[in-house]
């Protein structure tokens, strides 16, 4: 397996207005589908968002980039999103759930850098804003937010130094930096 495409799946955070098509975002569906799930549950639910005027309304719910004192503006804002919905089960294990929705948005992203795109995964929005606004069944609760478009920035991954793992824009806020912990601080 190539390393490149590890490389290029980065949290991005501004974005092109060229769009995604309702087919690409299926596709990316297809293969969050075929992902992993604890028991074989399959309990997670997906709505699609291309639409602009959703989409705008959308973006002001969200907040982003926890670290970084920023977020994109409006024209910087994602062209299309994926909202990932759990059953509002009190009986569900939900430490599986999530599991199955990190490896669901795995998926997702892979196939949205093979396609061109990029993304970044959205747990701070107002989930109940969302949910009314897209009409969502009663009996799902929206969990995660997808947020994607072609990239307008460039995202790198740095070798983190004496446990630093802030991330960081440069002035032009243009390029992140994404410090990780080498290799061989990370096994025991």
């Known amino acids: 397996m190539e ?5 290029k799946n980065r949290s991005y955070r ?8 309702k087919a690409e975002l299926l596709m990316m569906i297809e293969n969050a589908r075929l992902a992993a799930s604890a028991r074989n549950s399959q309990n997670i639910r997906y709505a699609l968002v ?11 719910l969200t907040k982003w980039a926890g670290l970084l004192k920023w977020n994109p503006s409006l024209e910087e804002s994602p062209v299309a999103y994926i909202v990932m919905c759990l059953p509002n089960d009190k009986n569900l294990n939900m430490n599986i759930n999530y599991f199955d929705m990190g490896v669901a948005a795995q998926n997702i992203l892979l196939t949205a850098v093979t396609l061109g795109y990029g993304g970044c995964i959205l747990g701070a929005f107002d ?20 947020a994607l478009g ?7 991954v740095v070798e983190a130094v004496e446990g630093n793992i802030d991330y960081y824009r440069d002035v032009e806020k243009r390029h992140n930096f994404v410090p990780k912990i080498p290799l061989n601080e990370l096994i025991f």
């Open 3 to 7: 390393k490149e495409i590890f490389l």
């Open 14 to 21: 501004t974005f092109t207005d060229d769009k995604i098509s």
């Open 50 to 60: 291309e639409n602009d005027s959703t989409c705008e309304k959308i973006f002001p």
């Open 127 to 146: 989930k109940k804003a969302v949910h009314d606004l897209l009409n969502l069944p009663s009996n799902y609760n929206c969990e995660i937010l997808i």
């Open 150 to 156: 072609k990239p307008l920035e460039i995202s790198t």
